[in-house]
């Protein structure tokens, strides 16, 4: 039976009551293809709606990744101060989640870190994805955006052995090909770069270095449920802060805030609503990204927003060539592709894991896109990778919250921005997590 005839059954009043579905054929041709006809145009529906979430999501992303070659590159607006753009880009960040969670009260989280929790667990992270976000944007001042998107593409080697590390993955023969395909994809594109800047491209490795310890902290983050961060408004609510502190006190270090306000960008009024207003648009690229990132999800799987980061990434490539006139060599295209390969070769190895665990994919969910207007309701859930790296890190987990829940949790108690105590005991799980990277 296929999956539309199959729905068809049980949007009829007399499945419901029990009746055995394999009657239905006794109403008749008409009433099974009229219920599949209907069904056929809800399910045309969705899948417009996902294609729209995937291009609003494509959008924000390259917008994003354009706005900051754009910004700190010095052939164009040459904003010489990476570091403090996004720093403020994380308080931009804060505020719209802080809104939007006072807002909407059916997103706030049914738990809250505690202070010991939040320094030990939170903290940690939220260091490691500022300066990964820190150093991404400082090395485009140097190197291209389809240099540095290529660069980006080895976070996944760093995730795998920071993984080993924490013993988040068992070591594997098929995950040391992974290792070993996308480190020979690297290399080639490396080794052909036309315009190689060693200090843009050691700033982009460090970044990847410490993507993949921000994965696997992220995971460790969430190994305990009471936490709360379990959708990506609280998750920015509460990581951004720290992001921002530790760019904060960078940027001083670094930049110094007397070389930013003394500048040419802040030497009039005019000039400087200017600045602070290109600076907080980035910002604001920022948090819907990661808005439109969750909703796809929500609508599909995470193995469907894997596969649009791959596509997303190419195509950041090619547009940045277009706009920018970055020069791709066969050599860079060939080792794009390899390493795109290793990536791909990651994910399925991930999904055809996930498919022996849960036995049942069509019914567990997870990885087939049946129904994809059913929203995240997965409890099982894939680890995989994607490439998105401007992004806030958000977990989405099983028992954790999905759409049902954040339905259910309009009334909540007033002091949920406070840290404290939680009544609800420790919840550890072993199943497997669903990271979306930033």
């Not at 809250?112 to 903290?123: G, S």
């Not at 940690?124 to 955006?145: E, Q, R, Y």
């Not at 006139?325 to 390969?341: E, K, M, Q, R």
């Amino acid at each position: 039976m296929s999956p539309v005839t199959a729905q068809a059954y049980h949007d009829d009043p007399d499945v419901q009551d029990g009746t055995d579905p394999l009657s239905y054929a006794n109403k008749g041709p008409d009433a099974v293809s009229g219920a599949a006809l209907v069904k056929t145009s809800n399910l045309s529906r969705s899948y417009l709606i996902n294609l729209f979430w995937i291009l609003t999501w494509y959008m924000f992303a390259t917008c994003l990744s354009l706005y900051n070659k754009w910004m700190f590159s010095s052939d164009h607006y040459n904003f010489q101060f990476p570091l403090f753009v996004t720093s403020t880009h994380m308080v931009v960040q804060f505020t719209l989640s802080g809104l939007t969670l006072c807002l909407i009260p059916r997103w706030r989280p049914k738990r809250r870190p505690k202070l010991r929790d939040y320094l030990t667990k939170i903290v940690p992270c939220g260091l490691a994805t500022g300066l990964d976000i820190g150093l991404s944007n400082l090395s485009l001042k140097t190197i291209s955006l389809s240099f540095y998107t290529m660069c980006k593409s080895s976070t996944l080697i760093f995730v795998l052995l920071f993984a080993f590390f924490f013993r988040l993955e068992r070591p594997t023969w098929s995950l040391a090909l992974v290792i070993f395909i996308i480190s020979m994809g690297v290399l080639l594109m490396v080794m052909d770069e036309t315009e190689f800047v060693f200090a843009g491209f050691a700033e982009v490795m460090t970044a990847s270095m410490l993507g993949g310890l921000r994965w696997s902290l992220t995971q460790i983050l969430l190994e305990k449920e009471s936490l709360g961060i379990n959708n990506p408004v609280a998750s920015i609510f509460f990581i951004s802060p720290i992001m921002g502190t530790v760019l904060v006190f960078t940027s001083a270090i670094v930049e110094g805030y007397h070389n930013i306000f003394y500048s040419a960008f802040y030497h009039t009024v005019g000039e400087a609503f200017h600045t602070s207003a290109i600076i907080l648009l980035g910002g604001c690229l920022a948090f819907f990204m990661v808005m439109s990132e969750f909703f796809l999800i929500q609508r599909t799987s995470v193995v469907t927003l894997s596969v649009c980061g791959i596509f997303k990434e190419v195509a950041t490539i090619f547009v940045s060539s277009m706009i920018f006139g970055d020069i791709l060599t066969p050599v860079n295209i060939f080792g794009l592709c390899v390493a795109l390969c290793g990536i791909a070769l990651f994910n399925w190895l991930k999904v055809k894991a996930h498919v022996a665990k849960v036995g049942d994919v069509g019914r567990e969910g997870g990885v087939a896109i049946v129904e994809p207007d059913a929203g995240y309701r997965r409890r099982k859930s894939l680890h995989v990778y994607s490439l998105v790296a401007e992004s806030t890190p958000m977990l989405l987990l099983n028992n954790g919250m999905t759409v049902d829940d954040m339905d259910e949790t309009d009334e909540e108690d007033d002091d949920m921005f406070e840290l404290g105590s939680n009544e609800h005991e420790d919840d550890d799980t072993s199943h497997l997590r669903i990271v979306s990277p930033a």
